[in-house]
C-alpha cells in the first residue's frame, strides 16, 4: 500500500539498550524527518534528510543517529537508550518546507 | 526564530457550538501555514494549508485565513461534532522544515 509506515509500533526497552525505529515511504518523496512528540513540547525535529545519503540535525538530536541509504528508508537508532528518550516518535516525508506526510508513530518505552 | 505559538488547550465544546483556536507565527519571510490534526492514537494528519497572505484554507468545514497583518492563522468551523474532538497543530515553514506549535486539545461533547 502507498503511504508512510513505522515499525514497531510499539516497543519497551530497557536503559543502555540500543534500538532502531524504521520507517518507510512509498511516494519517493527527498525529504524525510524524524519527531518526537512529549506533552508540554509538541513535536520536536530530531534529525531530517534532503535525499539518500544526505542527513541533517534538527531541534532535538543528542542520542539518537539516522542513516538514509535508500530514498524510501530512513531508520532512527538510540545508539544507548535513556530514559529521557520515553516518547511517541513520528516519521514525515514531504517535500522541502511544504506539507509532510506523517506515519502512525511509535510508542516507545524506556524502563 | 521561525516560531508558531497556539492557544493552550483543553478547548471542551458541546456538539454543534462554534470553534476558533488561535495560532499566531512570527513574521520572517513569507511562510507557508497549515493546521495539522491528531486523532488519538494517530500520526498527523494534513487539515488545510495556505501559502500566501489573505489565502483561506478550507477542509471538513474547518477555514483559517492567512492575516500577514495581525501574523495570524487561526482555526474555525461554525458547528463541531463530537468526531472533531483531536489535538490540533499549527505550523509554518522553516527553511526545509515545519515548525509546529504546541497542540490544542479539543473535546466535543454530545
Known amino acids: 500500500d502507498a503511504g508512510i509506515t513505522q515499525s514497531p509500533r510499539y516497543k519497551i526497552t530497557e536503559t543502555g539498550r540500543q534500538v532502531t525505529l524504521m520507517c518507510h515511504q512509498t511516494?519517493?518523496?527527498?525529504?524525510m524527518f524524524w519527531y518526537r512528540q512529549d506533552l508540554g513540547h509538541g513535536l520536536r525535529l530530531i534529525y531530517y534528510?534532503?535525499?539518500?545519503?544526505?542527513?541533517d540535525k534538527g531541534e532535538v538530536p543528542d542520542g539518537y543517529v539516522v542513516s538514509r541509504s535508500k530514498t524510501e528508508n530512513f531508520p532512527l537508532t538510540l545508539e544507548s537508550a535513556t530514559r529521557s528518550q520515553t516518547s511517541v516518535y513520528f516519521c514525515a516525508s514531504g517535500i522541502a518546507g511544504e506539507t509532510q506526510y506523517f506515519g502512525p508513530g511509535t510508542r516507545l518505552l524506556v524502563l | 526564530g521561525n516560531s508558531v505559538t497556539q492557544m493552550e488547550g483543553p478547548v471542551t465544546l458541546s456538539e454543534e457550538a462554534f470553534l476558533t483556536i488561535n495560532c499566531t507565527y512570527t513574521a520572517t519571510g513569507y511562510p507557508s501555514l497549515f493546521w495539522y490534526v491528531q486523532y488519538p492514537g494517530e500520526g498527523l494528519q494534513l487539515l488545510l494549508k495556505?501559502?500566501?497572505?489573505?489565502d483561506k484554507g478550507s477542509n471538513k468545514g474547518f477555514e483559517a485565513t492567512y492575516r500577514k497583518e495581525t501574523t495570524s492563522f487561526h482555526l474555525e468551523k461554525g458547528s463541531v461534532q463530537v468526531s472533531d474532538s483531536a489535538v490540533y497543530f499549527c505550523?509554518?515553514?522553516?527553511?526545509?522544515?515545519?515548525?509546529f506549535g504546541k497542540g490544542t486539545s479539543l473535546l466535543v461533547t454530545p
Open positions: 505550523a509554518r515553514n522553516s527553511g526545509y522544515a515545519l515548525n
Open positions: 534528510s534532503a535525499a539518500a545519503d544526505i542527513t
Open positions: 495556505a501559502t500566501k497572505a489573505d
Open positions: 511516494w519517493s518523496h527527498s525529504y
